[in-house]
């Protein structure tokens, strides 16, 4: 892409002039937004206005590549729905349109009423804050709550069991001692013309579409670049993907049963000596213990359990025993089953036995990025009474917290308090970019009623949401990604956030997060501006520090940290400096010590979910479909961009996948609208119906609402309508606290009343004048 634009056009300067034009090279994460991090040029005119987005071909990271949700970045900033000034609301009013606007002091000023008023009610843990899912708008709110509030209670939106990222991030740190990522050259900035790099022979992409899913700092184009170069690909998902249509081997698998899958494959590899005998013997501590594990786990077993044929499986093996050097690029899929510990634990052990840990192509530690913990656990070193009593914590809701494991309070006991008052109420909630009920949380109605019980509820947000409408009481408007200044790890390089314009009182969260701290707790929250306090970030990282200031970041736009190979053989992945992984044992642990001692399985392991054909049958006679939420799309992330009309023209309802023999037997076809219906819930959408879905599962897409319906109780823009979250559940985590049966439901699908669509459409055109 680099070798094919005009660099008279497209500069490397961080910002220049063309024509009457000023162009930035910047990074845009959030928002509108996504997991990413992508280099953009944000074109801007003479006042200031924001006129045009493109990628940026001088960038490294992205090879001037965008989709859609930077694409329609102008129509979003200027949205005539956006929020752009402060509102407060009374109580009494909630569910109801009449805010009132105010000043930005006056905002600041209400909240900090609201804080005190409930910590001297009932003690400032009876905050909780909460966040949305991976994007710049995440940690600080949480810094916010530690540092100026007094709360350790901080959540991602209620989502059931921290199910998204947390169990493999918290299985990666017992098994390998350290975060580990698939390697495409992304490390360096020269790619793949660095000397130390080699391409993976075989990508292993297992409950992940990166393609559409491009999450947790990794883009999927990057696959498609190695494939260029000779990559292939093993392919484990229940739906037919573009990659597995491009696989040399792809096992279509039931929902939920991943593990099984990995057990088998383990046990071939074993019995067929088919692992790198010298790194498990060197490296690897338990292989005996893990021998004896997958010793009956036979791809016969398997096979049935998954509902693939044995024979992939064996095959399946031996391709990964031998195609050379190997790498995971894993999912959520892992994360949304109760059992998602030992899920994760049975794709590491598979990578391990490969050898290919932290080589070149293979899965590599990454020990610098995360920007935003960083912060957030420097604060808590500062206050180190503040984490006491943090709900989660008292051994009730999972293991790993209990013993201090934990990087949140536990969503089940958030919502538990604030339903029963013990150990103590949740009165208060200071939201940012998070709409639980309408996208994160499980049992969406349940949320919803304990939610509008609460004292006091700020919600931070670019547009007006279900959630703000139904529950908030002071809206403060957010900065768009152009609109503020920030730094982006999470994982590398370090790339600038720079401000370009400013629109209506929408700010940063960064920004936000300073003025209200210094009103609260001057001496903690003492940087004089945004750029001194990102200084601090990057300068005080938990292992690898960037010592750059603002000014020379933006200048540089991005900054590699130097990256090296095969750390485990000279001391740079452990504390103590010693050869070997940062595990009890030193080695990867395929018999996991910090389990074993905590009380849990130390071994990889399979179980049904909680609900399943194998372990629920009468309930299966009644729901004879397996359901697998967060189906992903192109135009949007989570519950975001529902507004935009360039996006809803491509993507007008929410859709679930069907197989056409489940679809025949429901009495439904192609764009029908279809009720999903299980024992907790239901939610009608359209269906899609595609040879390319496993028999017997559903996919459905999650987080719709819609902003053309009437935004007040009882519709708040029709977010009881398509809400799969209706049918999802709270409080089944696996042993440690982790994990939750989003993608392993039950359910049945029948037609939606007849005429069922029809005024929708209406609203939708009228609503965008069409």
């Known amino acids: 892409m680099r070798e094919c634009f005009d660099p008279q056009i497209y500069k490397k300067d961080w910002q220049y002039q063309e024509g009457d034009l000023t162009v930035t090279r910047t990074c845009q994460w959030s928002a509108p937004g996504c997991h990413q991090g992508c280099s953009i040029l944000f074109y801007t005119d003479k006042e200031g206005k924001l006129v045009k987005v493109e990628g940026d071909p001088n960038s490294p990271v992205t090879d001037g590549r965008l989709c859609m949700r930077c694409l329609v970045m102008v129509e979003a900033v200027y949205h005539p729905d956006r929020i752009i000034h402060p509102l407060k609301r009374a109580r009494e009013d909630r569910g109801k349109d009449k805010w009132e606007r105010i000043t930005m002091d006056e905002a600041y000023e209400l909240c900090v009423e609201m804080v005190k008023d409930t910590t001297e009610k009932y003690g400032a843990k009876s905050i909780c804050t909460g966040a949305g899912t991976g ?328 547009f007006m949401t279900p959630t703000a409408m139904a529950i908030g009481d002071l809206f403060i408007p957010m900065a768009m990604g152009c609109e503020r200044n920030g730094v982006r790890g999470w994982y590398t390089p370090l790339r600038s956030i720079v401000k370009v314009t400013q629109t209506g009182d929408a700010v940063g969260d960064e920004q936000m997060m300073l003025e209200l701290g210094k009103k609260m707790n001057p001496d903690l929250f003492y940087w004089d501006d945004v750029p001194e306090m990102l200084e601090f970030c990057t300068n005080n990282m938990a292992t690898v520090p960037i010592h750059i200031t603002f000014s020379e970041l933006r200048e540089k736009v991005i900054v590699y940290p130097e990256f090296e190979y095969y750390k485990y053989k000279t001391g740079k992945l452990r504390f103590d400096g010693n050869p070997g992984f940062n595990t009890l044992s030193g080695r990867v642990e395929l018999f996991c010590n910090m389990y074993n001692n905590v009380g849990m399985d130390p071994l990889p392991y399979f179980k049904e979910p909680p609900e399943s054909p194998e372990s629920t049958p009468e309930l299966f006679a009644e729901y004879p479909l397996v359901l697998t939420t967060g189906r992903r799309c192109w135009e949007y992330f989570h519950s975001e961009h529902r507004q935009l009309r360039s996006m809803r023209e491509f993507h007008k309802w929410p859709m679930f996948a069907i197989n056409p023999a489940d679809a025949e037997a429901a009495g439904i076809k192609e764009g029908d609208w279809a009720v999903i219906e299980n024992a907790h819930g239901k939610a009608i959408e359209v269906a899609h119906v595609t040879d390319t879905i496993m028999k017997g599962v559903v996919s459905a897409e999650h987080g719709w609402w819609f902003p053309e319906r009437d935004k007040e109780e009882p519709s708040l823009y029709g977010v009881w309508e398509s809400n799969i979250n209706c049918l999802t559940v709270q409080g089944d985590f696996g042993p440690s606290g982790y994990g939750s049966s989003y993608k392993t439901q039950l359910c049945r699908v029948y037609p939606a009343p007849e005429g069922y669509g029809a005024e929708f459409e209406r609203m939708y055109a009228e609503h965008h004048n069409l």
């Not at 229940?238 to 990659?243: I, K, N």
């Not at 077993?301 to 093996?317: D, G, L, N, Q, V």
């Not at 391990?352 to 840990?357: K, P």
């Not at 604060?379 to 009593?389: F, H, T």
């Open 135 to 462: 994007r710049n708008a995440t940690w600080q709110s949480n810094v916010l709550g530690q540092g100026a509030f007094g709360t350790p209670n901080d959540n991602c939106g209620l989502l059931a069991g921290n199910c998204c990222y947390t169990p493999r991030m918290q299985g990666m740190n017992a098994v390998l001692g350290d975060t580990f990522i698939a390697d495409c050259g992304q490390l360096n900035e020269a790619r793949f013309d660095h000397p130390d790099y080699r391409r993976p022979d075989l990508f292993i992409i297992w409950g992940n579409n990166p393609l559409r899913a491009n999450a947790d700092g990794f883009y999927g184009h990057w696959i498609i670049d190695c494939m260029r170069r000779g990559s292939e690909l093993f392919v484990v998902d229940p739906q037919v993907t573009w990659l597995s249509a491009h696989a040399k081997l792809y096992v279509q698998v039931r929902p939920g049963t991943d593990a099984a899958l990995a057990l088998a494959i383990g046990h071939v590899m074993v019995e067929e000596e088919l692992y790198d005998k010298e790194f498990v013997e060197c490296w690897c501590y338990g292989f005996d213990e893990y021998k004896e594990r997958v010793s009956d786990w036979t791809p016969e077993r398997a096979a049935e359990i998954c509902w693939c044929e044995s024979e992939k499986i064996y095959e399946a093996a031996r391709l990964i025993g031998t195609a050379g050097v190997t790498t995971l690029q894993w999912g959520v899929a892992f994360d949304q089953t109760k059992w998602a510990n030992g899920t994760a634990h049975a794709a590491v052990a598979v990578q391990a036995l490969t050898g290919n840990i932290d080589n070149p192509g293979g899965f590599v530690g990454i020990n610098f990025g995360y920007v935003q913990s960083d912060i957030r656990e420097n604060i808590a070193k500062s206050l180190p009474n503040v984490r006491e009593g943090r709900l989660g914590d008292d051994g009730n809701w999972g293991l790993m917290n209990a013993v201090g494991k934990g990087g949140h309070a536990i969503p089940e006991a958030i919502l538990d308090a604030a339903e029963t008052g013990v150990p103590y109420p949740v009165k208060m909630l200071f939201m940012c970019s998070t709409t639980a009920f309408t996208n994160m949380a499980g049992q969406a109605r349940r949320v919803y009623d304990v939610y509008k019980d609460m004292d006091h509820v700020v919600v931070c947000d670019l």
